[in-house]
């Protein structure tokens, strides 16, 4: 009887691990493993376009460095350029007033050359030059004497002396507008811009007078030097209405434009 029921009982647990078996031994499901894949790779691609955002916003970053370093170096260079063309300009400017004055300087002296070129100078006591008696020579032969003070001898002071003592004794003399503009130009070079005055607006009386363009911007240069710009303009544009052909009007055109 005991032999029996030890069989059955060996028959039982044979039938229990024969039927248990198939539980230990199957495998995962197969959703289960692509699911796995599945969120692997989906990390590993976040992973990979995160990369690709860092590296784009790298080069963008490095991008924009560089735009404003070049815009840099461009403001920089358009700033010396725009001060070259400054001193350009003012270089040109200096150099037309300098052939200017030198052609003015070239008509005086072939003004002088068409005179004679005798003159008579007195010595007081001391040896030093006095004023000229030129009582008994002709106004061409004085004209040039107080011309030659300038010209010459650079003798300013003497020069004005003896220009306005021509002014007396020939006041209908040919060369009175010459004795008028050079007494302008004297007085101006010392500052004494009342008497440069008076004289520059002698000057512009004589409406032939080749020499009354000048006078007008003079007008105008000693108003601008007393800070009186509206009366400065006044004259430089009427320099422009009356000569707008001259080769003043380069010069006063860059007047104006200083006066802006």
């Known amino acids: 009887m005991q032999k029996v029921n030890f069989l059955n009982a060996r028959m039982i647990l044979v039938m229990l691990l024969v039927g248990a078996g198939p539980l230990f031994s199957a495998p995962a499901p197969v959703s289960d493993l692509n699911n796995a894949e599945s969120f692997l790779e989906n990390t590993q691609s976040i992973h990979s376009k995160e990369r690709g955002l860092q590296r784009l916003e790298k080069l963008f970053i490095n991008r924009n460095k560089m735009q404003l370093q070049i815009q840099k ?3 920089e260079m358009s700033l010396e350029i725009s001060q070259l063309r ?3 300009e003012k270089s040109n400017y200096d150099i037309q007033q300098m052939l ?3 052609q003015e300087l070239f008509i005086e002296l072939d003004q002088v050359n068409q005179v004679i070129q005798n003159t008579v100078i007195a010595k007081d006591a001391s040896g030093s030059k006095s004023i000229v008696d030129y009582s008994n020579t002709d106004e061409q032969k004085a004209y040039q004497y107080a011309v030659d003070l300038i010209l010459k001898k650079k003798d300013y002071s003497g020069s004005i002396l003896i220009l306005e ?5 020939y006041p209908n003399s040919g060369f009175l507008p010459n004795v008028y503009y050079w007494l302008g130009q004297l007085y101006f070079a010392k500052k004494q811009d ?3 005055k008076e004289n520059f607006l002698s000057v512009i009386t004589y409406k032939e007078y080749e020499k009354r363009s000048n006078a007008l911007m003079k007008l105008g240069d000693i108003e601008k030097r007393n800070n ?3 009366i400065a303009r006044k004259y430089y544009q009427q320099v422009l209405d009356e ?3 001259s080769a003043l009007a380069d010069f006063i055109k860059k007047k104006l434009k200083d006066l802006s």
């Open 165 to 169: 003592k021509f002014q007396k004794d």
């Open 86 to 88: 400054g001193q350009l």
């Open 100 to 102: 200017y004055r030198q």
């Open 228 to 230: 009186n710009e509206v």
């Open 194 to 196: 009342k008497k440069a």
């Open 73 to 75: 170096q461009i403001d």
């Open 243 to 245: 000569y707008p052909s």
